[in-house]
Structures are given as C-alpha cells and as structure tokens.
C-alpha cells in the first residue's frame, strides 16, 4: 500500500519568500504524480502533472521535481504571495489502468502579508 | 469547459438514513473516481469507474457503493448512515490513462 508523507505539515512565510514543500512516498513503481492545492472547505485544483520519466515540470511560478527511484517529489513556489495560503497535497499514481491516487495529510501554507 | 459538478453541495441526514450523491464528469471523461475527506484520516479513495464498471475499490464496508451510467455521470450511495461518514465527498475524473484528474467541489455530508 503507498504511504505518503509530506514535511512540513505546516508554514508560515512572509510574503516574497520562496516555499519549498516536500512529498516523499514508499512504493517508487508509479506511473505519475499530481500536486494539488486546496482551500479550506473546497475540491482540489489541480496544479502540475508530472509523469514518472520526467525529472520536473514548470507552471509560472510553480516548479515540481520528482526523483522516483528515491521516492521524493518537491513543488518549489517562488515569490510566494497571500493567494498561495492553501493546503498543498501530493498524489502519486500507482499504474496505468487504475486511476487511484494515494494522499498524505498535506503541507498547510500561510504567506504573511 | 465546464468543470466537474457535484450536487447536493451539502446534506444532513440522521444515523439510519441512506444517501446519494452525484457527479457530473467534465465532458469526454470517461473515469470517474470518488473519494472521502476526513479531518482524521485525510483523502481516502473509495472506488473508480469507466465505462460504467468499476475498475478499483478502496478499503471501505459494502454500505459504500457506486455506479455509472452510459453518460459518464456517477452516483454513490451509503447505506445505513453512521456518525462516522460524516465527511466531504469528492470525485474526481479524467480521460484515463496517465492523463490529470480534475476534482469537484465536494458534498459535505453531516451526519446527526
């Protein structure tokens, strides 16, 4: 069964810094993985896709890497504003005819304006 | 495009009592997976279908079932309601494959 953890569970930043958010996961055979955001009380937007023969993936200010022989994803958030406080959850895919996707708890994000 | 619906958005029911939920897929979505959001256990998958079969089940007593019509529009069902059920109720779907997954806005079930 995939276990994923994120660290930390929860920050808080000024505006303008750099948010580094950490996933790691037990079983390396996946297929991709998804980073998400939520707000409180709402669904998941859906923020980068990176498949597992990609190294990162690009999205304006929003950088994802993923190293799946060691089991470690990041999503990097550069020049973080008030708009990003949001819980940030991680989601590896196990394989392709099977669209489950594992969670962890999340890393809860406050930027201080 | 329009996203992915959910309806009802919210819903109280007595311990006992059954409920359905739906969801609307975005158009062309094939897959359709439901998932259950507790304070305490996080995002728990509860089942997927495509193309009206269920390909996947999470972890989760036979109360919980679901099914998908020819149109891709899903429907689940909890029978004999618990305290415990109480949670947000959110699906999910895509094309399939290795594509994204786009998810709703959720049904918050309280259950009294």
């Known amino acids: 069964k995939q276990e994923v953890t994120q660290i930390p569970a929860a920050l808080s930043v000024p505006e303008g810094e750099n948010l580094v958010l950490n996933c790691s996961f037990t079983d390396s055979a996946i297929y991709n993985l998804q980073w998400f955001r939520q707000d409180p009380g709402k669904g998941l937007t859906s923020l980068l896709l990176?498949?597992?023969?990609?190294r990162e993936q690009t999205s304006g200010r929003l950088n994802a890497s993923l190293d799946k022989s060691s089991g470690r994803s990041t999503l990097y958030i550069a020049a973080s504003q008030p708009g990003d406080s949001a819980t940030y959850l991680c989601?590896?895919?196990?394989?392709?005819?099977?669209?489950?996707?594992?969670f962890g708890k999340g890393n809860q994000v406050v930027v201080i304006p | 495009k329009a996203g992915v619906t959910q309806t009802p958005r919210y819903l109280i029911k007595t311990r006992g009592q059954q409920v359905t939920l739906s969801c609307s897929p975005i158009?062309?979505?094939?897959?359709v997976s439901w998932y259950q959001q507790t304070p305490g256990q996080g995002l728990q998958f509860l089942f997927e279908y495509f193309s009206e079969t269920q390909r996947n089940k999470g972890n989760f007593p036979g109360r919980f079932s679901g099914r998908q019509f020819s149109n891709s529009r899903s429907e689940m069902n909890v029978s004999t309601l618990e305290l415990g059920d109480s949670a947000l109720y959110l699906c999910?779907?895509?094309?399939?494959?290795?594509?994204?997954?786009?998810f709703g806005p959720g049904t918050r079930l309280t259950v009294t």
């Open positions: 999910a779907s895509s094309l399939g494959g290795d594509l994204e997954q786009y």
């Open positions: 158009s062309g979505h094939r897959s």
């Open positions: 989601a590896p895919k196990g394989n392709y005819g099977n669209n489950r996707l594992a």
């Open positions: 990176i498949q597992s023969s990609q």
